[in-house]
C-alpha cells in the first residue's frame, strides 16, 4: 500500500497513550492480585489455627500478619498514586512533545510497516513485532518495549487503510493476551 497521511491530533495522542499506560497497569494489577489472594488464604489459615490452639501461641503470628497487611495495602496504596501521577505526566508530555505542523506518513505491505515524519523514517519488518491488540478503532503493534508501541486509528488513517493493516497484523503478529 502506498503513503498514507497520518492525521495525528492531540486528543487521539492522549487517548492512546492513556491506553497503553491502563494496559501496562493492568498487568501490574494482576500481580497485586495475587499477591492479595496469598496473604488472604494464609490469614485464613492463622485464623482457623486460632480456634483449635492456644492464643498465646500465635500471637507473633498475628502480629507478622498485621505487619504484611500494613505492608501490603501501603505499597498498593503507593502503587495507585503513581498510576495517577504518571498518567498526569504522560499527558503532559504528549501535549509538549505534539507537533501538528509536523507531516507523518504510514505505509505497509506483507513484509514491512514504514512510518516517515520530516525529520526521520522508521521501517521495520513484521517481525519486529511482538503482538497487535486491536480496539474497535484503533490498532496497536507491540514491539518489545511497551512504551514504543505504534497505534493507529481509524480517524487517523482512514477506515480502508486501518482494515488492511489489521488484516495484516492478524496473519502476521499473535494477539495480546491481556
Do not use: C
Not at 497505534?151 to 487503510?161: N, P
Amino acid at each position: 500500500m502506498g503513503p498514507i497521511k497520518v492525521n495525528r491530533t492531540l486528543e487521539e495522542e492522549i487517548r492512546q497513550v492513556l491506553f497503553l499506560h491502563k494496559l501496562i497497569r493492568g498487568f501490574e494489577l494482576k500481580g497485586i492480585k495475587k499477591n492479595f489472594i496469598t496473604l488472604l488464604v494464609l490469614t485464613a489459615i492463622l485464623i482457623g489455627f486460632s480456634f483449635f490452639s492456644d492464643l498465646d501461641f500465635l500471637i507473633g503470628f498475628y502480629i507478622v500478619m498485621l505487619g504484611t497487611w500494613l505492608i501490603f495495602l501501603t505499597r498498593f496504596l503507593l502503587k495507585m498514586k503513581s498510576f495517577h501521577v504518571k498518567k498526569e505526566s504522560l499527558k503532559k508530555t504528549s501535549e509538549e512533545k505534539f507537533n501538528p505542523d509536523e507531516d507523518y506518513f504510514l505505509e505497509f505491505n506483507e513484509e514491512f510497516v514504514k512510518f516517515t515524519t520530516d525529520k526521520t523514517s522508521t521501517e521495520l519488518k513484521w517481525g519486529y513485532f511482538r503482538a497487535y491488540l486491536a480496539e474497535v478503532d484503533t490498532i496497536y503493534l507491540l514491539m518489545e518495549q511497551v512504551n514504543a508501541t505504534w497505534s493507529f486509528s481509524k480517524d487517523e488513517i482512514g477506515v480502508d487503510a486501518l482494515s488492511d493493516l489489521k488484516r495484516i497484523a492478524k496473519e502476521k503478529l499473535p494477539y495480546l493476551q491481556y
